[in-house]
C-alpha cells in the first residue's frame, strides 16, 4: 500500500482542495470533508494511507 502526503490549498463548504507534495502534481485533488478529519484548515498536511487521511 503507497503513502501519499498533501497539503490542505482551500476549503469550500463540504470540500476540501488538496495538494500532492510527495510528488510533482499540478492538478488539485478534491476531497469530500467528511473523509478528512474534522480539525483541518487550510495549510494544514495531511498523510493518505490505507484509504484514510490523517494529520500529521
Do not use: C, F, H
Request: no cysteine.
Amino acid at each position: 500500500m503507497e503513502t501519499w502526503y498533501y497539503e490542505v490549498e482551500s476549503i469550500d463548504g463540504d470540500y476540501a482542495n488538496l495538494k500532492r507534495t510527495d510528488k510533482d502534481v499540478e492538478d488539485l485533488k478534491l476531497v469530500a470533508r467528511a473523509l478528512l478529519p474534522p480539525e483541518i484548515m487550510v495549510g494544514s498536511k495531511l498523510k493518505y494511507e490505507m484509504m484514510q487521511y490523517e494529520l500529521m
